[in-house]
């Protein structure tokens, strides 16, 4: 089945902020409209859902990163399937749209970071012919 994969309007705030929840991160709508917003406007980033059934029940969230140790590359901070709906292929269809907004801006390369216990985030990025290139701490410091 082929879905719908496009770019995130404001509209779909309530669902992209219902999906965010089942992967850890509650946020209202307002929010996440606010969210989507920015992303859309900022010209370095993008926020790209999968429609099935006439609902959003997938996001991914893509961005520019450029730092002075590397070329410019494309790193997805954020990839949730409805968990009804995971192994159905969503997951694979907004990677590859991900990739190709990537591509589409120049990027050769895409690079995405889990959490060392979403093992099946693991299993599904190496499905998907991603590799480990690193392992790290992450620190976080709140002012």
Known sequence: MKDDVRRAEP???LDVAELAGQLGYPCDEATMRARIELAR???FRDVLVAEREGRVRGWIEVAIVELIAN???CEIHGLIVDQEYRGTSLGSQLVAAAEAWAAERGLDRVRVRS???RDR???FYERL????TKVANVFDKFL
């Open 115 to 117: 959490n060392v216990v």
């Open 129 to 132: 012919g991603y590799t480990v």
């Open 41 to 43: 406007e900022s010209g």
């Open 121 to 123: 985030a693991r299993k």
């Open 11 to 13: 509209d779909d705030a």
């Open 71 to 73: 070329d410019p590359f």
